[in-house]
């Protein structure tokens, strides 16, 4: 599930960047608030795509190693790692 956030965010990170060249804007019709100049557009969009990409493409997250038990008779005597 959180590879599919992250595929999103980033997709919606490269239309932000997209818009913020003016050929994409004037090719499609687009019209902006004159407050977003092209540079904000630019930095907002690399940084939803970064994190998009980071969360789609990146670690899972550390996979816990399980532990099994070492006998010796009838006694624990240790417990050996399993998984890497």
């Known amino acids: 599930?959180?590879?599919v956030v992250g595929i999103v965010i980033a997709v919606v990170g490269a239309l932000v960047f997209a818009?913020?060249?003016s050929a994409v804007r004037t090719g499609?019709?687009?019209t902006l608030p004159s407050m977003l100049s092209d540079n904000i557009l630019?930095?907002?969009g690399a940084v939803i795509l970064i994190v998009g990409?980071?969360?789609?493409?990146?670690k899972s997250g550390k996979k816990k190693m399980s532990e099994v038990p070492i006998y010796h008779g009838n006694?624990?005597?240790?417990f050996r790692?399993?998984?890497k």
Request: charged residues 15%; positive net charge.
């Open 28 to 30: 499609f019709k687009i």
């Open 81 to 83: 790692r399993m998984g």
């Open 42 to 44: 630019m930095i907002v």
């Open 75 to 78: 006694n624990v005597v240790g």
């Open 19 to 21: 818009l913020s060249f």
């Open 1 to 3: 599930m959180k590879k």
């Open 53 to 58: 990409v980071y969360l789609g493409f990146g």
